[in-house]
């Protein structure tokens, strides 16, 4: 029993290793693609296949955060008589947080997915040992041009999705409450900072670089046989999944120190 | 047949002829299985040697084991006198580029047209500067294996034996020196195995290359080999010429190569019963 234990401990302790060691020859070795010219043509073929059709779904995905948050928040702000504030609490919280956290769960799925099936079903009908055995880095050809796809794409379609939730919310303010637009806008404006919208975008380029390390990490160690592509599949998700969560946690506290430590430098210059 | 004078089973390991891949004490495990068991061989420069055995027996891991696609548990694994089973990938991708590997499955890039395919290995490690040479080439090695026409074709809509013809022109896209063949002629009609076997022949006289084929078929080992290792149970238990191998007293070799069934497997066959006993048949259907 304390046997299994222990060895089950050394298995996950081995794995974690080996996925470390994934993690940082992919990131070297995307470090070099970037400046080798035989890459782009690659990075751009990912980019499409991963942007072009994560653009709707992301789209949507925002424009109900925004809509929801506005119906929510809506009879607490009234309440206290400060309905135009309604703006600043949905861009805010759209910007920060929900926008890049739930398009990265969704990209998770959408992308991680995908990367896991076809990397996985490479592996099991032995294409990534064929790649291996022409003299070609697997990381290299395959892993390194999807991971720059996700660190490009991911920030941008985080973009795309928290405009669609200020539309949204927006929306919602103006059309079902009738809270005046102006009033709304130049609440918003002089509570959204620039830093918010770095901020977010930040966790973005994070996120997209943690759904391409651990999908195609599960793709690439992906059992034999459909079953085994379909767990890997599903591995990956969850996985995906709870490090977006650590990870915003995480930089949700570093940039909380950042802040504090240059706030007041902030306001003697300005 | 050329000349097999030099296989002599006498003297197998002749000095004079240089070993280009050679592997020393080599076992491997899966797990708790032992897949081989302690092998010693050398395969030699611009010879054909042909693996044989039954299904199972680790013919496949061994020839992963000459390019490393496989790490030995225990043992070494030399290339032209040079210890590669330790080196990093990166040491071996150059390595790499000096062999073709046809795999048994074939393992052709399914997201990728034949001609897409072949020219994989080709813009990974040439500097192309011109296009048009660059499908003259592919449309040579199509031809050579039979299926010049195929080029604009995914792999999914070939047909098996179609699908490991163009594995093979993968293989032989970039002239390599040694070329480790894992079943070519399994799944072609005898026509086309025979044209696969003139092909290996042709290869091996044209450009000198090494050539080892891990094969079932002994009507193809017999015509290729300048030397046959059988495999069993991990372990080599023949080694030598064709002739060699013909009459060789080990009875698990003749039933090999005669195709006999063992007493063992019948006793199995026997003991399942008489039919009806403990089997579904068709009646049983409702
Ligand atoms: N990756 C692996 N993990 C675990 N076991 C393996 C692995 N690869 C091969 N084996 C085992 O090693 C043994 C030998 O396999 P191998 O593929 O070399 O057989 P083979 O001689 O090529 O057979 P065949 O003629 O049917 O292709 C098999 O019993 C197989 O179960
Ligand atoms: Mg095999």
Redesign the pocket.
């Known amino acids: 029993m304390i046997a299994a234990l222990g060895a089950k401990a050394i298995e996950d302790l081995i794995n974690a290793g080996r996925f470390g060691r994934f993690a940082w020859r992919s990131a070297v070795t995307s470090l070099r693609g970037c400046a080798r010219r035989s890459t782009f043509p690659l990075i751009w073929t990912q980019m499409f296949i991963i942007g072009v059709h994560s653009v709707p779904v992301i789209m949507i995905t925002g424009a109900f955060v925004g809509m929801t948050l506005a119906v929510q928040a809506y009879d607490q702000l009234a309440g206290m008589g400060l309905e135009e504030h309604l703006g600043v609490l949905i861009n805010i919280s759209v910007v920060k947080e929900l926008g890049p956290v739930l398009a990265a769960v969704m990209l998770a799925g959408r992308i991680g997915g995908a990367l896991t099936a076809e990397l996985g079903t490479m592996n099991v009908t032995e294409q990534i040992d064929a790649v291996r055995s022409m003299g070609t880095d697997p990381v290299r050809y395959l892993v390194a041009p999807r991971l720059l796809a996700c660190l490009l794409l991911t920030p941008v379609l985080t973009i795309f999705a928290d405009m669609m939730g200020v539309v949204g919310g927006a929306l919602v303010s103006f059309l079902q409450f009738g809270i005046n637009s102006r009033a709304y806008w130049t609440f918003s404006a002089s509570a959204v900072a620039l830093w918010d919208v770095s901020i977010g975008v930040v966790k973005a380029f994070f996120f997209g670089g943690a759904i391409a390390v651990i999908s195609c990490y599960k793709g690439f160690n992906c059992r034999e046989g459909a079953h085994g592509v379909g767990q890997a599949c599903t591995e990956a998700f969850v996985a995906s999944f709870i490090s977006i969560l650590a990870l915003d946690f995480a930089l949700a506290v570093i940039f909380k120190s950042i802040y504090m430590i240059f706030w007041p430098v902030k306001s003697i210059v300005t | 047949m050329e000349k097999t004078t030099d296989g002599n089973p006498e003297h197998r390991t002749t000095d004079h002829a240089e070993p280009i891949i050679e592997v020393r004490n080599l076992s491997k495990r ?2 708790r ?1 032992l ?1 081989l068991d302690n092998i010693s061989l050398s395969v030699e420069k611009g010879k054909t040697t042909v693996i044989i ?1 039954p ?8 020839i992963k084991h000459f390019i490393v696609l496989q790490r030995p548990t225990e043992g070494e694994v030399y290339f032209k006198g040079r210890r590669v089973d330790n080196l990093s990938e990166r040491n071996l991708n150059e390595i790499r580029t000096q062999f073709g590997y046809l795999f ?1 499955e074939g393992a052709l890039f399914d997201s990728m047209t034949v001609a897409e395919n072949i020219m994989f290995p080709i813009r990974q490690h040439v500097k192309i500067r011109n296009w048009r040479e660059v499908d003259e080439v592919v449309k040579m090695k199509l031809a050579m294996v039979g299926l010049d026409g195929f080029q604009n074709y995914f792999p999914a809509r070939l047909s098996g034996g179609q699908r490991k013809r163009a594995a093979l022109a993968r293989a032989i896209a970039l002239n390599p020196e040694v070329l480790l063949y ?2 070519p002629t399994t799944g072609l009609d005898p026509i086309r195995s025979d044209i696969i076997n003139e092909l290996i022949l042709k290869l091996k006289r044209e450009l000198g290359v090494t050539t080892v084929v ?1 094969t ?1 078929d002994m009507k193809s080992a017999y015509k290729v080999a300048n030397r046959i290792i059988m ?1 069993h149970n991990g372990k080599i238990v023949a080694d030598g010429n064709a002739d060699h191998i013909r009459n060789h007293p080990h009875p698990v070799v003749q039933q090999f190569i005669n195709g006999q069934v063992g007493e063992d497997d019948l006793a199995v066959l026997r003991m399942s019963g008489a039919v009806g006993s403990s089997q579904f048949l068709p009646r049983d259907f409702q």
């Open positions: 899966f797990g299985k897949v055995g299904s199972g027996c680790g013919k496949t891991v061994l048994q894992d079943e891990v079932h495999l």
